[in-house]
Structures are given as structure tokens and as C-alpha cells.
């Protein structure tokens, strides 16, 4: 994984970068000898639990991430032909590695102000963020220590800058200040397609409100950036010697499992077999008329707002949707998420089998001449709270926060739907 903290930068480089307007205020960051301190304490923990190299960053160097990353996502933008416009998803996540042949569909090149913003904050290891409709961008600083900056003659490199404010005061655009009169922008075509030059370009700083000036004590470890990485191809694979630990004959619609399961203690790996048909009797297009198979549930689902949970829908089409659990920062349980495309559908018997590693939990299905076929593969964060999921294609549909339980049970239920299922079985390694 390339690594996305810089190692050593020169301080003289990222002072250049540092003032922007004016001197510092009692905004600023803390003092170098406070930081080198914390970079000092950070190391040495690093050292005692044998944690890759990594030193939390200065101030300086957090400013000289984010003026990198802001110079790769502006012409990147205008490289590949980005309309500004309300775009659905944060692009910082499909759009990470920033590497054309991996893009998202051209009709989806959208940008706007604070998605340049989300984009350049995540690519720094801010990547905390929802996938779907951005953040608010005001909250979130507040909730990661950015300390406020409330006047224009105070402004310096880094900052997140709001400005043209409405009548009740709210602003209207928001930008990242690259130093004086400097910005990166996506806020119009004019300045994403170059019109107004290459970024950062000049342009004053009119209608100020005030500015947010990240901190790196706040900052996420780099290594929170691994999720967003493939899976390594030989995890959660379907062991061919697994122990079966559970099993149950045919039943018509919901079934509850009495068995439970922690990756990582009792088993390293668990699987959850079953042969599944599923159809509606009535022809409707809503994706929670279907069977649900899930992973990680909780005991009890007594409403809406209990953790835990990963599961999918299936139905006679060919087609699987995505469920992440329920709770204030997921998706409610009649909401996808995501949707993948299946190569036969459910009107007739075909093979489930759901892998549980801890990290990785990765649904398969077969089709009716036995053919192994991976539908998605969902990489878990316990310590940091995220989740990716990816398609057979390896391309990330749905990345966010994780309202996901450490333990938990498999499940089958019906909603809406016929559901038989037959050889149902739990096995472990």
C-alpha cells in the first residue's frame, strides 16, 4: 500500500506553505517542541506493539500532505473531464488511487466544492466519511479538533475556507486555501476544467465567514487505509476440510440459528452453507421482498436501531442487494445499500456459502452446473468503525461507517418472499 504519510519533509518546504495572509493567532497549531513531543511518544508505542513505521505528523508536514494531494485531485479532475454538479457518492472513495482504467462511469465524473474537499481530506487520512452525499463538512471538524479560524487576515495554507453566506449566514462555497490568495477549488467548470489556470490558482478571498485548520492529533492512522486496499486473494476462501460445527434439514421461510460465533477465538474462519430458492409470488420491484442472508447479526433484532449486522437479499433475479446493519450511521434494514449483478437467479436451488474471517467476510454462490462464483467482498474495521465492500470485479460499491458486532449469528429470513432452504450447516477451521 503506498504509503500516504511522509516520512521526512523539509521544514523550511512547509513553512513556505504555512502563512498564507497573515501571523498566527491563537488558532494555530501547536508549538514544534509540543509536537516533536507527541511525534516522539507516538514512536515509541509504534516500537513497543512492533507497528509499522509510522510517526504521527507535524502540523507543517499534515499542511504538505494535504497541498500534495489537493495538486493531484485538481488535475486529476481536470485531466479526466469533470463537470461540477451534485454528486451522489464521495468520489474520494472509487476515485482513490486516481487511476483512469479504474474509473467510474464517465457519467458520474462529478465534482463540486466540498467533495474536492472531501476527496483531498480523505487521500490526507481523513477517510472516516460517508459514501453516500458527502458530510457535513462543519460537523466533521468540529468532531476532529480543526480549530476555528475567524478572520480572513488570519488565514494560512491548509485551512478550510467557507465563504459567500446567505441571509441567515450559512455559506454558500467552500475551498482549501494553498496559501495567500491560493486555492484549491472545485466550486464551477471554470475551475475544475483549468479556465482559470492550473490549481491553485489566484483568486482573492471575498464574502469570508470563517475557516476550519485541521489538527494532527485528530488525525487517523494510515493504516486505516488498508481496508480500502483489495483483500489478499487467499482470505476467506471456502475451506475444503472445515469442521461442521452446526446443521439443520429443510425449513420454508425463516429460520433462526442457535449457534453463534467469534472469529478469532474458538475459530479462525466460519462458513455458512445452505442451498437456497426464492421468489415472490407477486411481480414488485422492492428489493426487501426477497430472502436475506446474513452474517454478524445480533441475537435479537428487536428494532431498527440495534447494531450489527451484514446480510444480502436474494430473490428470483439476478440480482443481490446489499444490507449493512441498522442503526443512527448505517442504513435502515429497508434500505440497500449497494447491489451486485448474479449470473443466474433464485427461482430454483443454488448453493450459498458465507466466510467470516474477522476481517473479511466474503459471500459466494454457485450456479447450477457448480461453478464457484464470489458475489462481494466486505472488508471490516473493529478498531477504526469501517467497512468496504467490493464486487467480484474488485471494485469498491459501498464504503462507510460500520454499525457491525464483533460476534453474532448467521441467519435466513423471508420478507415478502417463498424461501426454502436445505442443508443448512456452520463449519469452522
Given amino acids: 500500500m503506498k504509503k500516504i504519510i511522509l516520512k521526512c519533509v523539509c521544514l523550511l518546504c512547509a513553512m513556505s506553505l504555512f502563512s498564507c495572509m497573515g501571523n498566527q493567532t491563537e488558532t494555530s497549531a501547536p508549538e514544534s517542541d509540543t509536537a516533536s513531543a507527541e511525534t516522539a511518544q507516538d514512536t515509541a508505542a509504534s516500537d513497543n506493539n512492533d507497528v509499522a513505521e509510522w510517526k504521527r505528523p507535524t502540523y507543517e508536514e499534515l499542511v504538505e500532505i494535504m497541498m500534495r494531494e489537493g495538486k493531484i485531485v485538481a488535475d486529476f479532475i481536470r485531466d479526466n473531464d469533470f463537470i461540477y454538479g451534485h454528486a451522489i457518492i464521495n468520489p474520494a472513495v472509487n476515485w482513490r488511487t486516481l487511476d483512469p482504467k479504474d474509473a467510474i462511469k464517465p457519467e458520474e465524473r462529478i465534482v463540486a466544492c466540498d467533495r474536492l474537499v472531501n476527496w483531498v481530506m480523505f487521500r490526507s487520512g481523513f477517510i472516516d ?92 492512522h494510515p493504516s486505516m487505509l488498508e481496508i480500502y486496499e483489495p483483500a489478499d486473494e487467499s482470505s476467506a476462501k471456502i475451506s475444503e476440510n472445515a469442521t461442521n460445527i452446526f446443521e439443520s434439514g429443510e425449513k420454508d421461510g425463516t429460520l433462526t440459528i442457535s449457534k453463534s460465533y467469534e472469529p478469532g477465538k474458538e475459530y479462525g474462519q466460519y462458513e455458512f452453507h445452505l442451498n437456497l430458492t426464492s421468489y415472490s409470488e407477486v411481480n414488485d420491484d422492492s428489493p426487501w421482498k426477497a430472502s436475506f442472508v446474513g452474517a454478524r447479526l445480533p441475537e435479537r433484532r428487536k428494532n431498527a436501531t440495534e447494531p450489527g449486522g451484514i446480510f444480502i437479499a436474494l430473490r428470483g433475479e439476478n440480482e443481490a442487494c446489499l444490507y449493512v446493519g441498522c442503526g443512527a450511521k448505517a442504513k435502515i434494514w429497508n434500505e440497500p445499500v449497494a447491489s451486485v449483478k448474479l449470473p443466474e437467479n433464485f427461482k430454483t436451488a443454488h448453493k450459498i456459502v458465507v466466510v467470516d474471517t474477522g476481517d473479511v467476510i466474503k459471500y459466494y454462490m454457485y450456479t447450477a452446473l457448480g461453478e464457484e462464483i464470489l458475489i462481494c467482498t466486505i472488508r471490516v474495521s473493529a478498531e477504526y468503525d469501517q467497512i468496504v465492500v467490493r464486487n467480484s470485479d474488485n471494485n469498491i460499491i459501498y464504503a462507510g461507517t460500520a454499525v457491525v458486532n464483533d460476534s453474532g449469528y448467521f441467519g435466513v429470513w423471508s420478507h415478502g418472499a417463498k424461501t426454502i432452504t436445505s442443508d443448512i450447516a456452520i463449519k469452522a477451521k
Fill in 129 to 220: 466519511q460517508d459514501y453516500y452525499f458527502g458530510i457535513n463538512l462543519e460537523d466533521y471538524f468540529n468532531e476532529h479538533g480543526f480549530q476555528k479560524v475567524r478572520s480572513v487576515n488570519d488565514l494560512q495554507a491548509g485551512d478550510i475556507v467557507f465563504v459567500n453566506p446567505d441571509a441567515n449566514g450559512v455559506p454558500g462555497h467552500v475551498f482549501i486555501c494553498a496559501g495567500k490568495n491560493l486555492r484549491y477549488d472545485g466550486g464551477s467548470d471554470a475551475r475544475i476544467n483549468g479556465s482559470k489556470g492550473p490549481q491553485p490558482f489566484n483568486e482573492p478571498v471575498n464574502n469570508f465567514v470563517r475557516a476550519y485548520r485541521p489538527s494532527p492529533d485528530f488525525m487517523p
